[in-house]
């Protein structure tokens, strides 16, 4: 496999319906792509590639964006009300960040990602005692 492109972009994602559909900017470009263990994401499934938050536009569909948020609320979990797929999250580790659903990029083929890393979610720093 060869590796992911990092070269800054700005992408289009969708959900499977097509009612929702987002532009978000890339900085690292596809090379961004990763997985988390948190108890969403392993749930969820899908990869993301990483995006700056305030790059993300919904072009199309935002009043059928569902919301989801738990525990401290800082993170958020967006998806279409229709048909129900994941478009992308801001993060809990860096609001800054927002995580695109490499399922709803278009014109990506998700095998391209099969070899990609993971991030320990489950030992959250948040979620740790305070010294």
Not at 16 to 22: E, S
Request: glycine share 10%; charged share 20%; proline share 6%.
């Amino acid at each position: 496999m060869t590796a992911l492109p990092d070269t800054p972009e700005t992408r289009r994602a969708s959900c499977h319906c097509g009612a929702v559909v987002i532009e978000a900017f890339l900085p690292e470009g596809l090379a961004s792509a990763g997985r988390c263990d948190c108890s969403i994401c392993r749930r969820r499934g899908p990869g993301a590639v990483t995006a700056t938050t305030k790059s993300v536009k919904v072009l199309q569909g935002a009043e059928n964006l569902g919301l989801y948020t738990w525990g401290t609320h800082t993170a958020k979990h967006y998806f279409c009300k229709t048909c129900g797929i994941y478009t992308h999250h801001q993060r809990r580790s860096d609001p800054a960040e927002c995580g695109i659903n490499i399922g709803c990029l278009e014109g990506i083929d998700p095998r391209d990602f099969a070899d990609i890393p993971w991030t320990d979610g489950i030992n959250h720093p948040c979620d740790r005692a305070q010294d």
